[in-house]
């Protein structure tokens, strides 16, 4: 695992020093920084830096290495003040596959859309393939690129305390590892209960996505996540309960992974 963190965060470094929208470290201030061990079907680390911007916009920076070391994925997403999404970028590795991501808002006779742009080049270099796709996306619309976990740290921020229930998101992506597309998605969170760890205080959140499926079908997922009271991701389980198919945990947290079942 040391190993991988060191690679990764070289990887980080490079990538982001080439991504138009990186921050500047010397601009920015770091709110939060870690290492997410992730299990499942292809288990991988997920190693993130959050930064405040300048202008009280937020940038969230992720890099994720498979621990088979078929993929890794970079990607960088940035937020206004209130935790909404702007822009989204990415790169990918997948068995010589590179791919390349832009997410960007725009306007349009219908209101506000995302237009999404990926370019898949293969191994060989041939046949390079570039896809274009729109979708419907208000201000309060979340920008998925998976596999990337931590833009969901981004949910309970954007959940209005004061109203409190059920609060509905659209949410729209893309993958860097595959040939999905998410265009016309909702999210559904609520506040589960409010518990402590080691004597610590952590918000137990749910949510569930609503995702078009074949024949008008509509299939949902279950998700738990763990924040504390800065409102960091601690952890998160993505699947039925009480048994989630897949756990991320933060590294430093792994000992108390079992202080925060999904239930």
């Not at 870690?34 to 190693?47: C, L, M, P, Q």
């Not at 918000?203 to 024949?215: A, I």
């Not at 008008?216 to 763990?226: A, N, R, V």
């Amino acid at each position: 695992m040391i190993t991988r963190i060191i690679l990764s965060l070289g990887f980080l470094m490079a990538i982001s020093a080439q991504a138009q929208d990186a921050p500047d470290p010397g601009k920015e201030s770091l709110m939060d920084e870690g290492v997410f061990v992730i299990g499942g079907r292809t288990a991988r680390a997920e190693e993130f830096s959050i930064f405040k911007r300048p202008d009280g916009g937020y940038t969230l920076l992720s890099t994720i290495t498979a621990d088979d070391d078929s993929y890794t994925a970079i990607g960088t997403w940035n937020y206004d003040a209130q935790w909404r999404g702007l822009s989204a970028n990415g790169k990918s590795t997948v068995k010589g596959v590179n791919r390349k991501i832009d997410v960007k808002r725009e306007t349009s006779p219908e209101g506000p859309i995302v237009r999404m742009t990926r370019r898949t080049t293969p191994a060989d270099g041939a046949n390079e393939r570039l896809e274009t796709f729109t979708a419907q996306c208000d201000m309060d619309c979340l920008i998925d690129m998976s596999p990337g976990a931590m833009p969901m740290a981004v949910l309970p921020r954007r959940f209005d305390t004061a109203k409190g229930g059920e609060q509905a998101f659209m949410w729209v992506g893309v993958s860097l590892t595959d040939d999905q597309v998410l265009l016309g998605g909702t999210t559904t969170l609520w506040l589960n209960r409010l518990q402590k760890v080691d004597g610590d205080a952590v918000s137990h959140w749910r949510f569930r996505e609503d995702l078009p499926g074949p024949n008008g079908q509509t299939i949902q997922m279950s998700t738990h996540l763990w924040t504390d009271t800065k409102g960091n991701l601690r952890k998160f389980g993505v699947g039925r309960t009480p048994k989630p198919s897949t756990i991320g945990i933060r590294e430093t947290d792994e000992k108390r992974s079992d202080q925060m079942p999904a239930e």
